[in-house]
Structure formats: C-alpha cells, structure tokens
C-alpha cells in the first residue's frame, strides 16, 4: 500500500519536476514547482515526518513561490528582449552540467546507503519533534533566531532606499 | 513520555480530500470548455480591462516595496511554525520551554523593532 503511494508520489514528483525546466513559460514553471513541493511533502507524509509536510506545504509552496512569482514578474520576461544565448555558452552549459552530473552519480554511488526509515518511526511526529527541538538542540534553535534577524535586517538594508535627507546627523 | 501513535494511513482522508479537490476543479474546468459552445472573435478575445482600451505590456516592473513585504512575511511566518512543536509540549517543558521561547521572540523583536523604525513597511 505505501509502496504504491510512494511509485505515484515518486512519478509525479519526477514528472512535474521535469516540466519545471521544459515549460516555455516561467509562470507555468511556477506552478509545476508548487506541484512538485505537494508530491515531496506527501514523501515526508510516507516517512510519517509530518511536521516535516506541513512545513513544507506552508512555507515553500505557500509563502517560497509568492517569492519565486514575484521573482518572476521583477526579471521583466518579454519574449521579444529576451537575450539570444550563443553555442559557445550552450556547449559550456552542457559541460559545467555533465560535469555535476558526474560527480553526483559517483557520490551517490560511492555514499553509505542509508538504513530504511520505516513508517512506524514516531519521531517526525509533531510532539516528539518538538521535545528533540526544543530540549536536545536548543542552541541551533535559538541561534536560528539571529539567523532570521539577519536575514531581516539584510532584506531591509538592501531593499530599503535610505532618504538622504532626513538622516539624522 | 507516551505518544499517539501514528502512521501514514491516517493522511489517506487528506489524500482523497486532494484527489477530489483537483478533480473537480480539473473535470469542471475541462468540460465547460468541451461542452460550452465557442465563438471566438478578435473583439472577444481581446485583453479587457475594465472598459478602458489597454495599454503597454503587462509584464512591467513594479515597485521593490512588494517584494520586501513578501519576504518579510516568510521570515515571520517561519517564526510562527516553530511555535506549533512548542505550543504542542508547552507543558511538558514548564518554564524553561517558556524562557527558550521568550528569548527566540525577543530577539525577533529586535529584527520587528528594527524594522518599524527603519520604516520599511511605511508606503509613500
């Protein structure tokens, strides 16, 4: 039964991943990617990390991709400005991509398999994933904080235009 | 400490709640099309916006302000979801759970005062 599930989610995460790169349009792109983090979170739903799946479903499908969209329409995607990519940079695209496809098959290959999570494991439950979080590994948490300042202040101190003017002196 | 015990079947409502969901979404959207007789003429299929001809291309570039407001938000946002696994075990932890969470949000506040005085969220 959850083999079943797990082929279908793995399909569909494989195929709309697939139509994220091949669409031709970037807004379609988007919503193949939003598709695609729906599958994922159902894999994290399989692994019974439902934290994990909730997670992602609000955060990346629901608030990452507002930002992808907004990428999206800031890079101003005409048809007809868009710039003519020339074969010297398609033939180093292709090499550059071969040669990261290279080194993670052989990564792949060479690494430690992992040992099967089965789904009875209760520790992606929220409860548990709490008492690990906020027991065990406080400190990450809480340095998770000043990661987030960061990240605010830097949004604000690059977005934000500074009004000469009324700088106090 | 003793948990629910919980296992992937237990989402296969949710999975069916989907599947129906986008069903119907997709077979209405499908056959209104196959179904509803078309017409197509130049004036119809023309871009409307609201009686006024339209003008220039859609796709110009807006104002950064959104796009500040938008990450703002997801930075919030992650905020709150770290309270759901806190909100769950608040009383198992007592007061040191309590305090953890009042110097996560604490220095969040910093970021949120930061930010008011900063005026980033003021529009002119």
Not at chain 2, 51 to 72: C, M, Q, T, W
Not at chain 2, 107 to 123: E, H, Q, S
Request: glycine share 6%.
């Amino acid at each position: 039964m959850s083999q079943i599930a797990f082929y279908i989610l793995s399909f569909l995460s494989v195929v709309s991943a697939l139509l994220v790169i091949f669409s031709k349009k970037p807004v379609h792109s988007v919503l193949y990617l939003v598709f695609c983090f729906f599958t994922i979170a159902g894999h994290y739903v399989l692994l019974n990390a439902q934290f994990l799946a909730a997670v992602h479903i609000i955060v990346y499908a629901g608030a990452i991709m507002v930002l992808f969209l907004f990428v999206v329409m800031l890079l101003n995607l005409n048809a007809d400005i868009e710039p003519h990519k020339d074969n010297v940079l398609k033939v180093s695209a292709v090499v550059a991509g071969g040669c990261l496809m290279l080194i993670m098959t052989s990564v792949m290959k060479t690494a430690d398999t992992m040992p099967i999570i089965d789904s009875t494991n209760q520790i992606g439950v929220v409860k548990n994933l709490g008492l690990a979080l906020y027991q065990t590994y406080m400190l990450p948490f809480e340095l998770l904080s000043v990661l987030l300042l960061s990240a605010m202040v830097g949004s604000v101190l690059i977005a934000k235009k500074e009004d000469i003017e009324n700088l106090p002196q | 400490m003793i948990l629910l015990n919980s296992t992937p079947a237990d989402y296969l409502p949710i999975v069916m709640m989907f599947v129906v969901a986008m069903g119907f979404v997709v077979t209405t959207i499908f056959f209104t099309h196959k179904l509803g007789p078309k017409r197509d003429s130049k004036i119809k299929l023309d871009v409307f916006e609201c009686g006024i001809e339209s003008v220039d291309n859609a796709r110009l570039p807006f104002n950064i302000k959104y796009f500040l407001v938008a990450i703002l938000f997801v930075l919030f946002d992650v905020e709150v979801i770290f309270m759901y696994p806190w909100a769950v075990n608040f009383k198992d932890m007592g007061w040191f759970g309590f305090v953890e969470m009042l110097v996560f949000l604490g220095t969040l506040l910093v970021g949120f005062y930061y930010i008011i005085k900063k005026g980033a969220l003021k529009w002119q």
